[in-house]
């Protein structure tokens, strides 16, 4: 009798627990992900070989249940973040995937870019127009535009980039119109769309959408990026040094296993990220020697000062690099 009751209790926990897990919070929670060694998504035609590695780092993130929402107050480095923090309230889950997937793919364009230029290497850029990545309920663009819509003309201009785009837009008013010629699935489109005011800013007009650019890039030698499965752009400065590092002779690694993470520009500007403190977690776990940080130009809550207390707190040996440039990335590789 005891048996089945014990067992019975067991089945009646794990159905509790399973109920629990089907309840969606209005929370996410994010913890430390994983380094991953760019080498083996990173090939660059006749590259040169490295001894040692430079890896990107993630944080791994989910829809918050009651069961996950508890294990998370009981484990450092978990952080509970009300969706807003993640998303905004006009976007579904889909859409912001589909919105992280095209942040990486402007950012491994501008890693491209980079280190083609400072290896000294062909890279040119051809541009399609610009993408949409995000389309705000409640704004006159909501019924019309699609998420992943190719923009390529408004008002019988035509935009190379996204910021080209948004300055032209950003200086109507409200009430006035404005004719979008876009691509959706092969097929060409023409609609006319009348600004309103933000609900947030009414002194600020648009359409409510936010885009990306679309740009093929052209370079010599030929390189191939398996990059589908990575989101966000915080891998551009560690996509960067890797690209490099296989356009060039010597060896940038020395045999370390490098680590870190910032977002890049076509200039070489690195800019800061969240979760950092749980990348630096994830890049201890994976044994790394060095990690970059952005510094933020020593700004007192920069990226690099938060990257040093969690890296205090976890007592790893691992050196933690401020960096404001990727040129200040190889400049420390140099000096090693």
């Not at 019988?156 to 980039?161: A, E, I, Q, S, V």
């Not at 690195?270 to 403190?277: A, Y």
Request: cysteine-free; charged content about 25%; glycine content about 6%.
């Amino acid at each position: 009798m005891k048996f089945r009751t014990i067992i019975r209790s067991l089945l009646l926990l794990i159905i509790v627990l399973t109920g629990l897990m089907l309840i969606k919070l209005p929370y996410y929670i994010t913890q430390p992900g994983m380094a991953s060694e760019l080498k083996s998504i990173i090939k660059v035609e006749n590259g040169h070989e490295e001894e040692g590695s430079f890896s990107l780092t993630t944080v791994r993130f989910g829809r918050a249940n009651p069961v996950s929402y508890v294990w998370a107050k009981m484990n450092d480095y978990y952080k509970i973040q009300p969706i807003e923090e993640i998303r905004s309230n006009d976007e579904s889950d889909e859409e912001y995937i589909e919105r992280q997937l095209h942040m990486m793919k402007i950012s491994q364009d501008s890693a491209i870019m980079l280190a083609y230029k400072k290896a000294n290497k062909k890279a040119e850029a051809k541009y399609n127009g610009i993408y949409v990545m995000q389309v705000m309920k409640n704004m006159p663009a909501a019924n019309v535009l699609q998420v992943g819509d190719r923009i390529y003309k408004a008002n019988d201009n035509k935009f190379d980039t996204s910021e080209q785009f948004t300055e032209y837009i950003s200086k109507k008013q409200a009430g006035e119109k404005v004719k979008l010629e876009y691509e959706r699935e092969d097929k060409k489109n023409t609609a006319v769309i009348q600004l309103s005011p933000f609900p947030h800013n009414v002194k600020r007009a648009g359409i409510g959408i936010s885009t990306v650019t679309d740009r093929e890039l052209s370079v010599s030698p030929k390189i191939t990026l398996n990059t589908k499965e990575i989101g966000g752009p915080s891998a551009g400065l560690m996509m960067t040094l890797e690209i490099y590092n296989q356009l060039i002779e010597e060896d940038l690694t020395k045999g370390y296993k490098i680590a870190g993470t910032g977002t890049i520009n076509t200039n070489g500007e690195v800019g800061p990220i969240g979760g950092i403190s749980q990348k630096i977690v994830a890049a201890h776990k994976a044994g790394m020697d060095i990690f970059f940080a952005p510094n933020e130009k020593g700004a007192a809550h920069s990226n690099y000062n938060e990257a040093k207390k969690a890296a205090a707190a976890i007592k790893t040996k691992m050196k933690i690099i401020p960096v404001d440039t990727f040129d200040d990335a190889v400049q420390y590789l140099n000096r090693i």
